[in-house]
């Protein structure tokens, strides 16, 4: 009972402080779980604190451990993070102001987890003032069933201003649990409008999912600028604490993990826009597939589609096909276009998410005017698009369902391994 009267407690003091007051209030806030590089034994968990924290850590227990009489406790050390510190934002009321977000970064990593176990943990905060806070219950579930499904979504744009963004999103979540339950949840990139504004992670953190769930996430073109289109890999790197082991300055922005026998790559468009930076990313993605040729499944994902689902034509697919046919790649994910396309190619299947937000999705598509042999279907539903995809993979299949908001489905493929 105590618990839960504190936990509504700081679910009010959550609410209502974050748009009276600036992070100082807040004690902890940001929390998600990202996974570790070898997702049935560990895990990274990220958040923030105000800087009068003098530590901060994590109790950890099983989920059936309902009592938390096995938790274990973790200390972890926070560092000085700035880099949204100033940024010129936009405040749910439609103020301009400068962002003022100072404040402690944690990023711990959690090893020896038990496969397939749901976990539960929450973090506990210390002031230098002697106070204690406690931020709400926190889930994940570890990878290593042989039969796992997951969330895919993309481009929702969380912009305060316009709640009706992150709302539509979050309620296409639910669609896709009313659909089929599952495990995790797969971001191919922009949930925020400008990730530079750090007030919109923290207000999008504060939804049930993340809560739930891990999430992976990727770098978005939107989560990499600030309204003045100032651009950086900091901001996507301190919302989130991915696995380090992407190449030489992307780390925790590109990275790889394994969910069970599946292999995931999550790239980072931001800097591979030119030849220098595509020559590093590939370089990286070909040495990861060398290193993991043993996963069943490959999976590669990026922000930037791979067709223009207006017409057809090629966008990043011409850059990645041969790469991806060379190493035996089985799925190829990619949002950015706001128009759902699914094509194949030798082997390779491609997939590029809708929209999800209600409101930035693009024109209805034309006739294709390229790829015709490749491009199978495509879907969306003009500017107030939302919609998203469920995973299902068993050792037999992968199999990705396109579902409207209605949790209604639209299309559907299978890919064997
Ligand atoms: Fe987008």
Same mark, same amino acid.
């Given at each position: $009972?105590?618990?839960?009267?504190?936990?509504?407690?700081?679910?009010?003091?959550?609410?209502?402080?974050?748009?009276?007051? +600036?992070?100082?209030?807040?004690?902890?806030?940001?929390?998600?779980?990202?996974?570790?590089? *070898?997702?049935?034994?560990?895990?990274?968990?990220? /958040?923030?604190?105000?800087?009068?924290?003098?530590?901060?850590?994590?109790?950890?227990?099983?989920?059936?451990?309902?009592?938390?009489? &096995?938790?274990?406790?973790?200390?972890?050390?926070?560092?000085?993070?700035?880099?949204?510190?100033?940024?010129?934002? &936009?405040?749910?009321?439609?103020?301009?102001?400068?962002?003022?977000?100072?404040?402690?970064?944690?990023?711990?990593?959690?090893?020896?987890?038990?496969?397939?176990?749901?976990?539960?943990?929450? =973090?506990?905060?210390? @002031?230098? *003032?002697?106070?204690?806070?406690?931020?709400?219950?926190?889930?994940?579930?570890?990878?290593?069933?042989?039969?796992?499904?997951?969330?895919?979504?993309?481009?929702?744009?969380?912009?305060?201003?316009?709640?009706?963004?992150?709302?539509?999103?979050?309620?296409?979540?639910?669609?896709?649990?009313?659909?089929?339950?599952?495990?995790?949840?797969?971001?191919?990139?922009?949930?925020?409008?400008?990730? @530079?504004?750090?007030?919109? /992670?923290?207000?999008?953190?504060?939804?049930?999912?993340?809560?739930?769930? $891990? /999430?992976?996430?990727? #770098? +978005?073109?939107?989560?990499?600028?600030?309204?003045?289109?100032?651009?950086?890999?900091?901001?996507?790197? #301190?919302?989130?604490?991915?696995?380090?082991?992407?190449?030489?300055?992307?780390?925790?922005?590109?990275?790889? !993990?394994?969910?069970?026998?599946?292999? !995931?790559?999550?790239?980072?468009?931001?800097? $591979?826009?030119?030849?220098?930076?595509?020559?590093?990313?590939?370089?990286?993605?070909?040495?990861?597939?060398? *290193? #993991?040729?043993?996963?069943?499944?490959?999976?590669?994902?990026?922000?930037?589609?791979?067709?223009?689902?207006?017409?057809?034509?090629?966008?990043?697919?011409?850059? /990645?096909?041969?790469?991806?046919?060379?190493?035996? =790649?089985?799925?190829?994910?990619?949002?950015?276009?706001?128009?759902?396309?699914?094509?194949?190619?030798? @082997?390779?299947?491609?997939?590029?998410?809708?929209?999800?937000? #209600?409101?930035? +999705?693009?024109?209805?598509?034309?006739?294709?005017?390229?790829?015709?042999?490749?491009?199978?279907?495509?879907?969306?539903?003009?500017? &107030?698009?939302?919609?998203?995809?469920?995973?299902?993979?068993?050792?037999? &299949? $992968?199999?990705?369902?396109?579902? *409207?908001?209605?949790?209604?489905?639209?299309?559907?493929?299978?890919?064997?391994?």
């Amino acid at each position: $009972m105590r618990r839960l009267l504190l936990t509504l407690a700081l679910t009010l003091l959550c609410a209502g402080g974050l748009f009276a007051q +600036g992070l100082d209030s807040l004690d902890i806030f940001s929390i998600t779980t990202c996974p570790g590089e *070898d997702a049935s034994t560990q895990m990274r968990l990220s /958040w923030g604190s105000d800087t009068l924290a003098t530590s901060c850590s994590v109790t950890l227990t099983e989920a059936r451990d309902r009592r938390w009489k &096995k938790a274990r406790t973790l200390q972890a050390e926070g560092r000085y993070c700035a880099v949204y510190d100033t940024i010129w934002s &936009k405040r749910a009321n439609g103020e301009n102001f400068n962002e003022d977000a100072r404040f402690l970064k944690y990023d711990l990593a959690l090893d020896s987890l038990k496969p397939r176990t749901d976990y539960c943990y929450y =973090v506990t905060y210390q @002031g230098t *003032d002697g106070r204690e806070a406690r931020s709400q219950v926190y889930r994940f579930r570890t990878a290593g069933d042989r039969k796992w499904n997951a969330c895919i979504i993309s481009d929702f744009h969380s912009y305060p201003p316009l709640p009706g963004r992150l709302e539509a999103a979050m309620k296409m979540m639910d669609a896709v649990r009313s659909y089929d339950k599952y495990d995790w949840v797969l971001n191919l990139g922009d949930v925020c409008a400008w990730g @530079g504004s750090y007030s919109f /992670w923290v207000q999008m953190y504060q939804e049930q999912p993340f809560r739930d769930y $891990m /999430w992976a996430s990727l #770098n +978005g073109n939107h989560d990499h600028m600030t309204r003045r289109y100032q651009l950086s890999n900091d901001f996507f790197r #301190n919302a989130t604490a991915n696995p380090r082991n992407g190449y030489p300055g992307e780390e925790g922005v590109s990275y790889w !993990f394994r969910y069970g026998d599946a292999l !995931f790559i999550m790239l980072n468009n931001e800097t $591979m826009r030119d030849s220098t930076g595509f020559a590093a990313a590939s370089a990286w993605v070909e040495k990861v597939l060398q *290193d #993991n040729a043993d996963a069943r499944y490959k999976l590669v994902c990026e922000h930037y589609q791979w067709f223009f689902g207006t017409d057809g034509r090629t966008s990043q697919f011409g850059r /990645w096909h041969e790469i991806f046919e060379k190493y035996g =790649v089985n799925l190829a994910l990619a949002g950015n276009n706001h128009i759902y396309v699914r094509a194949h190619d030798k @082997g390779v299947v491609y997939v590029q998410t809708p929209s999800s937000d #209600n409101e930035r +999705g693009q024109a209805l598509y034309g006739p294709l005017a390229d790829n015709a042999d490749r491009i199978d279907f495509r879907w969306n539903e003009g500017p &107030k698009t939302v919609g998203a995809l469920h995973l299902s993979v068993t050792p037999k &299949k $992968m199999t990705v369902t396109l579902l *409207d908001r209605q949790g209604t489905v639209v299309d559907r493929v299978e890919i064997e391994p």
